[in-house]
């Protein structure tokens, strides 16, 4: 007999999983000053770079999502300082710029894939990318938990870059 006609709860697809994830920890919904990202938010950032967006997956689908958003140095700063917010920083940044800075927008990786190296080689890899076609000096991050804190550092530590946090 199926799950549904016994009235038990089907099990989530891995995107399905990835999606409740975003919401848990980032709350997007609560905060107008976040980027809720969607596909039009991911297609422009394909535009800044084709690096922005990286994802790993097994065969029940994505395990882990990285999203980068390379953009000036003086964007950076006013987003540090609280001048703008990440939804202005990622709408002031254009496509064909020359990117100084790269934020580290967000890293989620589905819990029994967590401590594996996953979102850092994506990062880095992302990062090596980007840094091909653009001068990049300098990383910064907005973090939302001590993890996501630690593993900025350890990025930053690997792309031999300094590290900025709001």
Not at 21 to 38: G, S
Not at 55 to 81: Q, Y
């Amino acid at each position: 007999m199926p799950c549904d006609e016994l009235n038990l709860p089907m099990a989530l697809s891995n995107f399905e999983r990835m999606i409740q994830l975003a919401d848990d920890v980032f709350a997007v919904r609560d905060d107008p000053d976040q980027l809720d990202v969607n596909e039009d938010v991911l297609d422009r950032l394909r535009e800044l770079h084709p690096s922005t967006v990286s994802e790993f997956a097994d065969p029940n689908g994505p395990v882990a999502w990285v999203l980068l958003i390379p953009t000036t140095s003086d964007l950076m700063e006013r987003f540090l300082k609280k001048e703008i917010t990440e939804k202005q920083l990622f709408e002031m940044t254009k496509p064909g710029g020359n990117y100084e800075a790269i934020y580290l927008c967000s890293a989620m990786v589905l819990e029994e894939y967590r401590r594996k190296g996953i979102a850092r080689r994506l990062t880095i890899d992302a990062i090596g990318k980007i840094r091909d076609d653009h001068p990049v000096k300098a990383l910064f991050v907005w973090t939302f938990s001590e993890e996501g804190a630690q593993s900025a550092e350890s990025i930053a530590r690997l792309a031999e870059l300094p590290l900025f946090k709001r």
